[in-house]
């Protein structure tokens, strides 16, 4: 390998692999299921076992969400068992790899390995990210795909990024939402005629479905699903569960102590404790052990300003790096404004961060090219550093002094 090559790959394996160390150290701790791993992993147990969601008595089990990142994490647990760590480490593998990804994106739109490398130490940096990826949830894997889909499109091999989008659908339905984004960013209206639209019919909307629907393989080829036999044949009985699931969805607006109203996700109004205890004897009058939902505030917050600037630059220059972050964030946050009746929660934003990420590293781009000096911006990124050291503890659940703990509670909300 030469010095330059060296040179190149060095940063970004040191990020990777700072990411992939924290992604897994005490991954099987806490012990016991966390937050809604109770649904996800247990259903992901079943996955393997049985090819569909049953109880632990057998009998089938209705459940509000697509297969995908259920058997995902059922990959886990059939490496290493159904144990904490099993139904965890994909989630972590998964949210490891982003961190390459996003470099990989940022290198397409920017051309510069300085920024890829930013962006890729930013997402290392970021305590929901972290949160997200040591948790058997669906959200890291949905958020994986919508940015896997949104580099294929860089990359212009547009029906894998339909087959990808149709993977994360079948992970959480909210990814349907990006659909008419990836249509648009990949359509000259000005040049499109109708066998334009009917290509990317198909490659964004009859691609995705199939995927969608290979998804449910287990259920399909089982006789022991729930609703199986609702209707006169499959294909009835699988919409009949679809409309019970659709049902569920907008039956849920009961109140809950973590709800978070879309409007309070950028400035972590409400973030989500998965995890809380008060250990004894833990060296200290009262301890606190917690695992908070929460982004690294530095970071989010100035990403806020960096979607405003971003909006600034597209109006005034509608160049095409603005239009595909604004796209991304649209499609991954403004629908939810949409069912603000739902209950909602703040660790669903996982998906929208990849795109504040891009939203910086646009403004930094915009910056460097007005001859702002590079040690700023290693400033900000050394800055959102020692913020994420000083709240690690609470994203990972280690045992620290309750009024250390209470001293990371920066806004009453957040308690």
């Not at 144990?83 to 989630?91: C, D, K, T």
């Not at 998964?94 to 739109?109: D, E």
């Amino acid at each position: 390998m030469s010095i330059t090559r060296f040179r190149h790959l060095a940063p970004i394996s040191i990020i990777i692999g700072i990411a992939l160390t924290l992604r897994l150290w005490r991954l099987a701790l806490p012990k016991g299921y966390i937050f809604d791993e109770v649904y996800y992993a247990k259903d992901a147990a079943s996955l393997i076992a049985h090819g569909v969601e049953l109880s632990e008595d057998g009998m089938a089990e209705f459940v509000v969400h697509p297969p995908l990142g259920k058997w995902l994490i059922g990959i886990g647990i059939k490496l290493f068992g159904n144990n904490e760590f099993g139904w965890r480490v994909i989630a972590a593998v998964v949210g490891s790899a982003s961190v390459l990804l996003i470099y990989l994106i940022v290198q397409r739109l920017f051309n510069s390995l300085f920024l890829s490398n930013i962006a890729a130490a930013l997402f290392a940096l970021d305590g929901l990210h972290l949160v997200m990826s040591r948790v058997a949830l669906l959200d890291i894997f949905l958020m994986f795909f919508i940015l896997l889909s949104f580099y294929l499109i860089l990359r212009d091999n547009l029906w894998l990024s339909g087959v990808i989008i149709g993977l994360a659908s079948a992970t959480k339905w909210s990814a349907v939402f990006v659909i008419p984004l990836l249509i648009l960013l990949t359509a000259n209206l000005s040049r499109a005629n109708f066998a334009t639209w009917g290509k990317r019919f198909s490659q964004f909307v009859l691609t995705p479905i199939g995927i969608y629907l290979l998804s449910w393989s287990g259920w399909i080829f089982s006789s022991k699903g729930w609703a199986r036999d609702s209707g006169s044949n499959l294909f009835s009985s699988l919409w009949n569960y679809h409309v019970e699931i659709m049902n569920f969805h907008r039956g849920l607006t009961e109140q809950h102590t973590y709800a978070a109203n879309p409007w309070s996700w950028l400035v972590l109004g409400r973030p989500t404790s998965f995890y809380y205890e008060t250990p004894k004897n833990c060296g200290a009058q009262s301890c606190s052990q917690e695992i908070l939902a929460i982004g690294t505030p530095i970071l989010w917050w100035a990403g806020i300003f960096a979607i405003a600037i971003t909006v600034g630059l597209f109006i005034t220059n509608r160049d095409r790096i603005s239009a595909f972050i604004l796209a991304g964030i649209a499609g991954t946050y403004l629908p939810w404004f949409f069912i603000q009746n739902r209950t909602t929660f703040y660790f669903y934003a996982i998906a929208i961060f990849p795109f504040i990420v891009l939203a910086l590293i646009n403004v930094f781009n915009w910056a460097l090219n007005n001859q702002v000096n590079r040690k700023l911006i290693y400033g900000f990124v050394i800055t959102v550093g020692i913020n994420f050291i000083y709240f690690l503890p609470i994203f990972i659940g280690i045992n620290i002094p309750y009024m250390d703990w209470l001293a990371r509670m920066w806004l009453p909300s957040w308690i």
